[in-house]
């Protein structure tokens, strides 16, 4: 990339981008917020196999950003930083869905739980426990607990193409601005849905949710608050993540 003055503050960069179109101005944003890139991948990368290379999420991750500078419009009264976190998260999560290197086995193991979530909880009338979800898999709980790490280390942000557009309130007025009415409405009932579902899941799973995609904690982070191990807080995550996948299936959104 070519080098900008030094004397270019990020205002005057932005400005710069937003009056004139300036390219060097959109080098340097870029480089000034290439940290939220390593930062997205580092999280991401911290569930994933040891296979694949955090390089290669992050250069998924810059086109991400590229597109958040150029559709960023400050009038819309958020912060870049919480505009751009969701695009760039968006940009790796399609990077990885294309190499689909999920094993068939873990899409096997997905599928069973969520089924034998949305029957027991048509059965019992509330979220199941870990032990009735065993049971009705005839499986024992610490196996039940492979299972849920088995799907949390080869999964790929199962709830980000739903929170992220909950999470910067930029998303959904750009969402307006470049899809059709059709898309925008199914989009908002599916946010509408997913807030109503999370509010019945069980106090200890809700808050890993919240903590996770709203505040940005680590998992190691969540944990401590917690006091749990990681480990632990990756199988309640995707637990929750299963039992939500489930209900929208149940109401007919995926």
């Not at 890993?208 to 944990?223: C, Q, S």
């Amino acid at each position: 990339m070519n080098a900008l003055p030094v004397r270019l503050t990020i205002d005057e960069a932005w400005q710069q981008w937003h009056s004139i179109k300036d390219p060097l101005a959109r080098e340097w944003l870029v480089v000034h917020y290439a940290s939220l890139i390593k930062f997205v991948a580092g999280r991401l990368a911290a569930g994933l196999p040891k296979r694949v290379d955090t390089g290669d999420l992050v250069s998924a991750g810059v086109f991400g950003l590229m597109n958040a500078i150029d559709r960023y419009d400050p009038q819309q009264g958020a912060k870049f930083e919480t505009y751009a976190i969701p695009r760039i998260r968006g940009a790796i999560l399609d990077s990885l869905r294309a190499l689909d290197w999920v094993p068939r086995s873990v899409r096997s193991k997905s599928r069973s739980i969520e089924q034998a979530i949305s029957a027991l909880e048509h059965e019992l009338g509330r979220s199941p426990s870990e032990d009735e979800i065993a049971s009705k898999l005839e499986i024992s709980e610490p196996e039940f607990h492979k299972w849920l790490s088995d799907i949390a280390a080869g999964s790929v942000g199962p709830l980000d193409h739903v929170v992220a557009d909950n999470t910067a309130t930029s998303t959904h007025s750009d969402m307006h601005r470049s899809t059709s009415p059709d898309a925008v409405v199914e989009a908002d009932e599916t946010r509408r849905i997913m807030r109503q579902e999370m509010k019945k899941l069980p106090e200890k799973e809700r808050k890993v949710l919240v903590l996770y995609y709203e505040e940005n904690l680590t998992l190691g982070e969540i944990g401590e608050v917690l006091g749990v191990t990681e480990s632990r807080v990756s199988q309640i995550h995707t637990k929750a993540v299963l039992q939500l996948r489930s209900r929208l299936r149940a109401a007919d959104i995926d």
